[in-house]
């Protein structure tokens, strides 16, 4: 079945740096993409959506210039972390929805595995 | 706004039926979610239900819809404790155009042997 992988799993970077995160779908093309965030015994949050070959849209109160989305194929998403600070350690998880998948009426939304993000 | 809300907490032992509950607010969600995510890891897609169905049943697992009430619930039988883990409702608003996802806090569902 479709499978959205995520790189890296675990990162630990110091404050002030910069982190990316990959996205990718495995076996179907996404045009869309979704980075949420999840800080510890909460909910999934959406960030962003990341949008094939255009801007990424973001969330209220997602800073744009904080989190760098680019989408530069039909199979990767990346999120750059810029600057990170302590707070923005958190669970950073993208999904991705399969149109393809006829079973669902191409409404099948996968999600990759997560990255924790720790920065000290 | 959209909102989902869940029991936070759910303890079963070994072998009896597990009964997640689920509230919806977006009437215009086409497609409700359970996803399952063990301690560390991603989300994993269990199940759905369209929301023209009562009702859909998957192995174990049973999924009721109540549309008039925005109610969704998860029923696991026969659980076991590997199905220890945090079960999200997720909603997908504005008829799942977008497909993007409003999830509930997570349900933690405990299996004791």
């Known amino acids: 079945g479709a499978v959205v992988s995520q790189h890296p799993s675990w990162v630990i970077c110091k404050s002030g740096t910069s982190v990316k995160i990959e996205c990718r779908s495995l076996d179907f093309q996404a045009t869309t993409m979704f980075w949420y965030r999840q800080f510890p015994k909460q909910s999934l949050m959406l960030m962003a959506t990341s949008n094939e070959g255009s801007k990424a849209t973001y969330e209220q109160g997602v800073e744009k210039d904080k989190f760098l989305i680019n989408h530069a194929s039909l199979t990767l998403s990346t999120l750059t972390v810029t600057s990170a600070h302590p707070e923005d350690s958190s669970f950073y998880i993208c999904?991705?929805?399969?149109?393809?998948?006829?079973?669902?009426?191409?409404?099948?939304?996968?999600f990759g595995e997560g990255s924790w993000l720790t920065v000290v | 706004g959209e909102d989902v809300e869940q029991s936070l907490f759910l303890s079963v032992r070994e072998g009896d039926s597990s009964v997640i509950n689920c509230t919806y607010t977006?009437?215009?969600?086409?497609?409700l979610y359970w996803y399952k995510q063990e301690p560390g890891a991603g989300l994993q897609l269990l199940t759905y239900i369209f929301s023209n169905m009562d009702m859909k049943q998957d192995q174990r697992l049973t999924v009721l819809l109540n549309k008039k009430d925005k109610h969704l619930s998860l029923r696991i039988a026969d659980t076991q404790t590997g199905d220890s883990a945090i079960y999200f409702c997720?909603?997908?608003?504005?008829?799942?155009?977008?497909?993007?996802?409003?999830f509930g806090k997570g349900t933690k569902l405990s299996v004791k042997p």
């Open positions: 999904s991705a929805r399969d149109l393809s998948d006829s079973r669902f009426s191409g409404n099948t939304i996968y």
């Open positions: 977006d009437s215009s969600s086409t497609y």
């Open positions: 997720a909603e997908s608003p504005h008829g799942g155009s977008q497909g993007n996802l409003i």
